[in-house]
């Protein structure tokens, strides 16, 4: 059974970094393409960015392009979130996902959730 664990969220102020990780096991993680979501309070969850499974990255989110990056490192089963100038709109769980095959923007392709990350941005 694939199982995903985020790391790296916190409290960060306006114009600040985080990386956040996530962790993947259970699985052959380069089988996988991978997204990052995301879930503000009251809001629906939404597309960051994707990244197949030998490291094309894309599909961000007009709102993070620029400033978010998403990487992968298949030596050691794990995907990665770059958040740059960071803005309190960011504010958010962050959670990764993974599915076999062809990266996709489509939250219900995705198989595998993490439990998700918080990030707060304070300004």
């Known amino acids: 059974q694939v199982t995903l664990v985020e790391s790296g969220g916190g409290l960060v102020q306006v114009g600040g970094s985080l990386r956040l990780s996530c962790r993947f096991s259970?699985?052959?993680?380069?089988?996988?393409?991978m997204g990052w979501f995301r879930q503000a309070l009251g809001k629906e969850r939404e597309l960051v960015g994707v990244i197949s499974w030998y490291g094309a990255s894309g599909n961000y989110a007009d709102s993070v392009k620029g400033r978010f990056t998403i990487s992968r490192d298949n030596a050691k089963n794990t995907v990665s979130l770059e958040m740059n100038s960071l803005k309190p709109e960011d504010t958010a769980v962050y959670y990764c996902a993974a599915k076999r095959g062809a990266r996709s923007s489509r939250q219900d392709e995705y198989d595998y959730w993490g439990q998700g990350t918080q990030v707060t941005v304070s300004s």
């Open positions: 259970g699985g052959t993680f380069s089988d996988y393409a």
